[in-house]
């Protein structure tokens, strides 16, 4: 009976793919059949909203942080934040050097924003323009996009996909941030060197000023731009918890719309919720988006996962599973494995957020040291979500930059993160206790 519910689940998840509907639906059509199959199996309709919602109040500081992270890419935009880093940062792009810098600016305000999302459609849809304009290979280009926005999405403290593997695994996010910039130095340095040899092989061969036109004509592009990104960085430095640090960058942007951008309160508030949607066409497209609203399909997708998972889990429908990743775990090894079970679940349920879930159940038993586990996710499932084509983790962000799939072939820190810490993991997390055949990578 397990099996025909997660098949049908499965044909739901690719019949969403295939009509182009969220996979949201199918997720909530899982929900009822492993809810139906719950009570069969003679669980009562309380008892199986416990299971439910003990899962599911996990994932509610995520939902929260999501909130916050809408707001932000809203008010960001009306606060000239976003307008002023892609103007300054296209100033800085060297011809021969393009795809270099592109990646940098990728990197940096990926780190700051904490979304694949947020920056693929503002920084990612810039480069672009650049690159097809420039006369550089718009599918090397994209590749390279990738590569820098999944960078924050993977290790920024404002990171939904980072507070949902803290959330999960119950540990700290911080630790967790510190933690995932040490084994992702070498990969990142390794993609920077890939960047350069490619960049001087596909040099940008002009310029395209009118690109930013629309930006410098609509606002005042000037340093205090940066404080919201300022605010959003050092605090968390500080050990600011990450909702305050949110909330007061929320608070400088929205004062700079008023009194430096000339925007109202009102148009504000109604960019905080809506987002920024100009009537310039020219702007809407380099700068169209954001809000509350936008996010609404992530904060679906992240509560349903943890309903249905944790029906999943109080249920025990998952031991079998469980039991054939664990010793998979046993005979390879439990990173690689990891990259198994995270691999199949991003192909088959296409989707970042239950891919963290479904690997931490599946393969939780098998880890002694939590933060062991948060970082074998974040060095997996996270990255992996990001190249399987269908995923909508790969899907929104290439839609977003007008690319084809062959961009992901090019998205070199997706690829050696996990590489790399096959190798590497041994330093962060040596073999524990005395017994020489523990296997810890």
């Known amino acids: 009976?397990?099996?025909?519910?997660?098949?049908?689940?499965?044909?739901?998840?690719?019949?969403?793919?295939?009509?182009?509907?969220?996979?949201?639906?199918?997720?909530?059509?899982?929900?009822?059949?492993?809810?139906?199959?719950?009570?069969?199996?003679?669980?009562?309709?309380?008892?199986?909203?416990?299971?439910?919602?003990?899962?599911?109040?996990?994932?509610?500081?995520?939902?929260?942080?999501?909130?916050?992270?809408?707001?932000?890419?809203?008010?960001?935009?009306?606060?000239?934040?976003?307008?002023?880093?892609?103007?300054?940062?296209?100033?800085?792009?060297?011809?021969?050097?393009?795809?270099?810098?592109?990646?940098?600016?990728?990197?940096?305000?990926?780190?700051?924003?904490?979304?694949?999302?947020?920056?693929?459609?503002?920084?990612?849809?810039?480069?672009?323009?650049?690159?097809?304009?420039?006369?550089?290979?718009?599918?090397?280009?994209?590749?390279?996009?990738?590569?820098?926005?999944?960078?924050?999405?993977?290790?920024?403290?404002?990171?939904s996909a980072a507070s949902l593997v803290a959330a999960v695994t119950d540990t700290d996010l911080y630790r967790n941030v510190r933690k995932m910039l040490l084994t992702g130095l070498l990969p990142t340095l390794l993609t920077l060197g890939l960047y350069v040899f490619l960049s001087l092989r596909n040099p940008l061969e002009r310029m395209d000023a009118a690109v930013l036109s629309a930006l410098e004509g609509n606002f005042s592009i000037s340093w205090t731009a940066l404080l919201p990104a300022a605010v959003m960085f050092l605090l968390p430095l500080c050990?600011?918890?990450?909702?305050?640090?949110?909330?007061?960058?929320?608070?400088?942007?929205?004062?700079?719309?008023?009194?430096?951008?000339?925007?109202?309160?009102?148009?504000?508030?109604?960019?905080?919720?809506?987002?920024?949607?100009?009537?310039?066409?020219?702007?809407?497209?380099v700068l169209g988006g954001g809000g509350v609203t936008s996010m609404m399909v992530s904060y679906v997708i992240v509560i349903l996962t943890g309903l249905y998972s944790g029906i999943l889990e109080g249920t025990g429908d998952l031991e079998p599973l469980q039991h054939k990743a664990e010793s998979l775990a046993g005979k390879m090894g439990r990173f690689p494995a990891m990259i198994v079970v995270s691999a199949l679940t991003a192909m088959v349920l296409c989707n970042q957020a239950v891919t963290s879930i479904l690997s931490e159940q599946l393969l939780r038993r098998s880890y002694d040291d939590r933060e062991e586990l948060a970082m074998d996710i974040e060095n997996s499932g996270i990255l992996i979500s990001g190249l399987v084509p269908w995923s909508i983790a790969c899907s929104i962000p290439l839609a977003m930059l007008g690319a084809d799939y062959?961009?992901?072939?090019?998205?070199?820190?997706?690829?050696?993160?996990?590489?790399?810490?096959?190798?590497?993991?041994?330093?962060?997390?040596?073999?524990?206790?005395?017994?020489?055949?523990?296997?810890?990578?």
């Open 406 to 441: 062959g961009a992901v072939g090019y998205a070199f820190l997706l690829w050696l993160i996990p590489i790399c810490y096959v190798f590497t993991k041994r330093f962060f997390y040596p073999p524990q206790g005395s017994g020489a055949m523990k296997v810890t990578f």
């Open 239 to 285: 050990k600011v918890p990450i909702k305050l640090a949110m909330g007061g960058s929320i608070a400088v942007a929205a004062v700079l719309a008023v009194a430096v951008q000339g925007f109202s309160p009102w148009q504000v508030l109604t960019v905080a919720w809506s987002g920024y949607h100009p009537a310039d066409t020219a702007l809407n497209a």
């Open 1 to 159: 009976m397990l099996i025909a519910c997660f098949l049908l689940f499965l044909a739901m998840v690719a019949g969403c793919l295939a009509s182009g509907l969220s996979v949201s639906w199918a997720l909530l059509g899982g929900l009822g059949l492993f809810w139906a199959l719950g009570r069969r199996q003679g669980f009562t309709h309380r008892q199986l909203w416990e299971m439910a919602w003990k899962k599911c109040k996990k994932s509610l500081i995520v939902v929260e942080i999501i909130f916050l992270i809408g707001i932000i890419t809203g008010v960001w935009r009306v606060g000239g934040t976003i307008a002023f880093c892609i103007v300054k940062g296209v100033e800085l792009v060297t011809p021969g050097l393009f795809l270099v810098v592109a990646f940098l600016l990728c990197v940096a305000l990926s780190y700051v924003l904490g979304t694949s999302y947020g920056v693929s459609s503002t920084m990612g849809v810039i480069l672009m323009a650049l690159a097809r304009s420039g006369g550089v290979d718009p599918v090397l280009t994209a590749g390279v996009v990738l590569s820098g926005v999944y960078f924050g999405d993977r290790c920024s403290p404002a990171s």
